[in-house]
Every structure is written in structure tokens, then in C-alpha cells.
């Protein structure tokens, strides 16, 4: 986006289109994130190959930690944006159903 663009408006305050905004985006990864872990419940079941509790011990590798700050900070980002003002109107990522159902 850039500085020219016009901010969406959906209420005389701005502020709140940029709550919305904000509250759009964590909406959308949470959809995304009860998907993904509702097949990650049905594999495992499938499976069978995970303990009770051991999701609740589980400690990323650091190449893991990396790639989850790297998504935690890009939503952080996005947020901030928003409450700026600065949110776009996007459709989701091209590569969405290769990054969240490939096998």
C-alpha cells in the first residue's frame, strides 16, 4: 500500500475502522490457525501418534522458534499498520492453500 492510497472508511470515527481492521486480521489467523490444528486433531487421532499432554511439553527447535517469530512479528506488523491506518483490503496470500493444506 502506498501513501497515497485512501483509507477504507466504514464509520465516522477512524479509529474504529482501524479496530476493525485490527480485529479483522486476527480473526482471519485464528480461522486459519482452528483449521489447520483441527486437521492436525484428525491426523493425530488417525495416527495415533501422540501422548496425552505431550502438545503441553512440546518446545520448538530453534529453526522453528524462528519461522513462528517471523509469522508472530509479519501479524504484529500487520496490526500496527491497521491501527495506523495504513490497512489494505487483501484476499488471501496466493500460495495459501500450498503453506497451510499440502501434505
Given at each position: 500500500m502506498t501513501g497515497t492510497d485512501p483509507e477504507q472508511t466504514f464509520f465516522k470515527d477512524p479509529a474504529l475502522d482501524r479496530a476493525l481492521a485490527?480485529?479483522?486480521?486476527?480473526?482471519?489467523?485464528?480461522?486459519?490457525?482452528?483449521?489447520?490444528?483441527?486437521?492436525?486433531?484428525?491426523?493425530?487421532?488417525?495416527?495415533?501418534?501422540?501422548?496425552?499432554?505431550?502438545?503441553?511439553?512440546?518446545?520448538?527447535?530453534?529453526?522453528?522458534?524462528?519461522?513462528?517469530?517471523?509469522?508472530r512479528n509479519?501479524?504484529?506488523?500487520q496490526l500496527i499498520e491497521a491501527a495506523k491506518g495504513n490497512q489494505a483490503s487483501l484476499g488471501a496470500p496466493a500460495d495459501t492453500e500450498e503453506r497451510y493444506f499440502a501434505q
Open positions: 485490527m480485529i479483522m486480521a486476527v480473526a482471519a489467523e485464528l480461522s486459519v490457525t482452528k483449521d489447520r490444528l483441527r486437521a492436525l486433531e484428525v491426523l493425530l487421532e488417525n495416527v495415533g501418534t501422540i501422548s496425552a499432554g505431550a502438545l503441553d511439553g512440546y518446545r520448538p527447535k530453534p529453526a522453528e522458534a524462528a519461522a513462528l517469530a517471523v509469522d509479519a501479524l504484529v506488523q
